[in-house]
């Protein structure tokens, strides 16, 4: 049947980290994340890495790419308790999560501080597969480039 994809604008790091963990709790199968090194950190602080653990649990894969450095080792390590790490220079600041192939996430990032509640994010998400599809699509392109 076919089902009306839906498409939302979301402004700030709190509502786009509720939004994020609601999508990893949805994940049967895989979760893939394109990151900055500072996000990485993030997402450890604000507890999404207990969520993914979670999600290892019941089968689901978690993969991220991010730059790694020392400045996030210990957060890397962790995300590593349970899922996949690669670091890449991304020439951006951004956020993507794909989970499933069925809902995707896509953040520029204004403030690659390590605080959960700035305004600036502007965050795009929608539920249409065929997004989800491409940018799943571009993940594994930069996740086989990635070491």
Known sequence: SF???????????????KLIKDMTKR???????INTK?????????????????????????????????????EVRRLKEFGEVRSIKIPST???????ETETLLSSVYDD???LTTAGDITFWT?????????NYFFFALWNMAK
Not at 49 to 74: F, P, Q
Not at 127 to 135: A, E, G, T
């Open 3 to 17: 089902s009306q994809a839906k498409f939302k604008i979301i402004q700030g790091r709190k509502q786009t980290f």
């Open 27 to 33: 994940a049967k199968v895989e979760i893939n994340n």
């Open 38 to 74: 500072n996000g990485l950190i993030r997402c450890v602080k604000s507890g999404l890495d207990e969520i993914l653990e979670a999600c290892a649990k019941r089968g689901v894969k978690t993969r991220w790419l991010a730059e790694i450095d020392s400045s996030n080792l210990d």
């Open 127 to 135: 539920n249409d597969k065929n997004i989800s599809r491409i940018m």
């Open 94 to 100: 951004i956020r993507l999560v794909i989970v499933d």
């Open 113 to 115: 501080s390590i605080n």
